[in-house]
């Protein structure tokens, strides 16, 4: 009997060590297209309704200065998966392809015993044009960068999608969002029961244009032009699927085990009313603030303490806060980072550092942006030589440029994004990587339609409402700079 009730207690000792993968936190990234920061209830927009999201940023860390990794969708996803800002990783712009070179989160916690999944918009294999499922064949889709599994679209989706499950293509009915996250929500049903802890990527379509909701959900907004009635009705349906994933962390009896992160891929568009940015300066494809600064909320019900806090953060935080949380070696990431460990912030109390010490910057074609705990200086045209300085802290809309009355900061700051800027050119050069180049090399842009690649099921995408006048060359932009 004493003999039997030692083995127990030996085992109770070691099982720890047994089932340590268990206790690695569940790791959930959400994130809208094209979502200002304006567009959500708790920031009391006069029209849209969020209270999914209401209750995520009640019950979690609600950042009020996050920001994007660039001012549009590929280059800030690429930002995500690397914690680095995304020039140094190829992707220049939207549809630009992320360097196979790069370590990404996916990797690191694949490596680390995670089960991992991507699931809704990707845009970061060089394909431009509307979203269309990512083939098996595609040499930068989401499993060559460390997903398991994965229900992708090469770029936005909308209602009744194509998407490609492993590469196999795949016809879905009813709103994007809540196809994404009823695929997330599977990928969390099958594993967790296993001994591996799940990481999952859910990256929406919406509110990205062509704006496309359910007469239910655009009814709230029917005294609205068409467009802008269409566009809050696909975020009805967004808050109402992250109410979904949300319930079911908790039926799965996973909510505490879970850290869970939503923000917005860039800053809001313009032309949509109400508008979007709640007041900011700018819109998407801008570095002042509204093209900028999104929604972030963190939430890990029994780790981070609910509140709302000014500190400053970004995108690029999220791979190295995750590195931080579960004690990873530093070399998973490639420096130099643009990112860094947010788990500081998780208690609340007097341990919370008040500030960020480290500025972020940004760069995006020739504009270029640096953000610190209360300034901000910035250029439309860093080849034109002129800058901008602006006080955050008392005029977040950018209205006073403080470039001349203060010298000393305006000063500091340029020195210092000039310096950040020559680092970016170096690792867009690929001095980052072993060989000290890029291997391969980065491929141009190209529409997907026009590839080799799809020109095989031509026929099936071709009948496609949403596909058919690509094809039949009556696309928007043709002839102009391509937009996303």
């Given at each position: 009997m004493k003999r039997s009730l030692f083995f127990a207690y030996v085992l109770l000792l070691i099982f720890p060590l047994i089932g340590g993968a268990k206790e690695q936190p569940n790791v959930i990234f959400v994130m809208a297209d094209d979502m200002g920061w304006g567009q959500t209830g708790y920031r009391n927009h006069p029209l849209l309704k969020t209270p999914n999201l209401d209750a995520m940023a009640a019950n979690g860390l609600r950042f009020e200065r996050f920001y994007a990794g660039g001012p549009v969708c590929s280059p800030t996803r690429a930002s995500v998966l690397t914690g680095r800002s995304h020039d140094r990783t190829g992707v220049l712009s939207h549809g630009y392809a992320l360097r196979l070179q790069e370590k990404t989160i996916a990797r690191a916690l694949r490596s680390a015993g995670y089960v991992t999944g991507h699931f809704g918009k990707w845009h970061l294999n060089g394909l431009r044009g509307p979203g269309a499922p990512v083939l098996a064949d595609d040499p930068r889709g989401p499993g060559a960068f460390g997903f398991d599994e994965w229900v992708s679209a090469t770029n936005f989706f909308d209602q009744d999608p194509l998407l490609g499950r492993m590469g196999e293509i795949e016809s879905f009915s009813g709103d994007s969002s809540e196809i994404a996250v009823d695929e997330a929500v599977k990928f969390l049903d099958r594993h967790r029961k296993s001994d591996k802890p799940m990481f999952a990527v859910i990256w929406y379509g919406s509110p990205h244009s062509p704006f496309r909701a359910s007469d239910a959900d655009r009814a709230p907004f029917a005294h609205l032009d068409?467009?802008?009635?269409?566009?809050?009705?696909?975020?009805?349906?967004?808050?109402?699927?992250?109410?979904?994933?949300?319930?079911?962390?908790?039926?799965?009896?996973?909510?505490?085990?879970?850290?869970?992160?939503?923000?917005?891929?860039?800053?809001?568009?313009?032309?949509?009313?109400?508008?979007?940015?709640?007041?900011?300066?700018g819109f998407k494809g801008s570095v002042y603030e509204g093209g900028l600064r999104v929604p972030g909320i963190f939430?890990?019900?029994?780790?981070?303490?609910?509140?709302?806090?000014?500190?400053?953060?970004?995108?690029?935080?999220?791979?190295?806060?995750?590195?931080?949380?579960?004690?990873?070696?530093?070399?998973?990431?490639?420096?130099?980072?643009?990112?860094?460990?947010?788990?500081?912030?998780?208690?609340?109390?007097?341990?919370?550092?008040?500030?960020?010490?480290?500025?972020?910057?940004?760069?995006?074609?020739?504009?270029?942006?640096?953000?610190?705990?209360?300034?901000?200086?910035?250029?439309?045209?860093?080849?034109?030589?002129?800058?901008?300085?602006?006080?955050?802290?008392?005029?977040?809309?950018?209205?006073?440029?403080?470039?001349?009355?203060?010298?000393?900061?305006?000063?500091?700051?340029?020195?210092?994004?000039?310096?950040?800027?020559?680092?970016?050119?170096?690792?867009?050069?690929?001095?980052?990587?072993?060989?000290?180049?890029?291997?391969?090399?980065?491929?141009?842009?190209?529409?997907?339609?026009?590839?080799?690649?799809?020109?095989?099921?031509?026929?099936e995408l071709k009948s496609r409402p949403e596909y058919r006048r690509y094809y039949e060359g009556k696309r928007p932009g043709k002839g102009k700079k391509a937009k996303e």
């Open positions: 068409p467009e802008s009635a269409d566009h809050y009705g696909e975020l009805v349906a967004m808050d109402r699927s992250i109410g979904t994933l949300r319930a079911k962390l908790r039926e799965f009896g996973i909510e505490r085990d879970t850290l869970l992160v939503f923000c917005s891929d860039n800053g809001g568009l313009p032309k949509i009313t109400p508008e979007t940015v709640g007041g900011l300066r939430e890990w019900p029994g780790t981070i303490a609910p509140r709302v806090t000014d500190h400053p953060a970004c995108v690029m935080d999220l791979f190295p806060t995750v590195v931080d949380v579960l004690g990873l070696p530093e070399e998973v990431m490639i420096r130099p980072l643009d990112g860094r460990s947010l788990r500081p912030l998780f208690p609340g109390g007097s341990e919370v550092p008040s500030e960020r010490g480290d500025p972020i910057g940004f760069r995006y074609n020739r504009m270029r942006a640096l953000i610190d705990d209360r300034y901000k200086l910035l250029t439309t045209d860093v080849g034109a030589g002129f800058f901008e300085l602006y006080d955050l802290v008392n005029d977040p809309t950018e209205s006073k440029d403080l470039a001349a009355s203060e010298s000393e900061v305006f000063s500091r700051m340029k020195e210092q994004l000039l310096a950040w800027d020559a680092t970016m050119d170096a690792s867009f050069g690929g001095k980052d990587y072993p060989e000290g180049k890029v291997d391969p090399a980065d491929p141009d842009p190209v529409n997907w339609f026009e590839t080799d690649r799809y020109r095989a099921y031509e026929a």
